[in-house]
């Protein structure tokens, strides 16, 4: 899963900025959780970038979790989702992944 909207970085306007979650990981005590958040110019970028990291890139840390909230992935783009700045984005599943 990823999300997409658009993104305005460094006076670029990026109509369809793809946004995918990496690196999830859940506290010892199982109730807060911390990832990143990488941005492309669109699914394609993010489908064949080398191993460096891209430019765009933000960290979330300290958010909640619940061990019965669904798998981290997804409550992972749910958090994001109830930022301001990510009200407006659309939910993108890549091949092979339930929506």
Known sequence: MALTQALTYKGLTIPAAYYRVVFPQVD????????????????TAATVRSNSF?????????????????NIFDQAYAYV???PEFANATNVYEAGQPN
């Open 28 to 43: 010892f005590g199982l109730t807060t959780m911390s990832f990143g958040l990488w941005a492309f110019a669109d699914q």
């Open 54 to 70: 891209p430019d765009i890139a933000l960290t979330f840390t300290n958010v909640p979790f619940s061990m019965t909230g669904g």
């Open 81 to 83: 989702k109830t930022l």
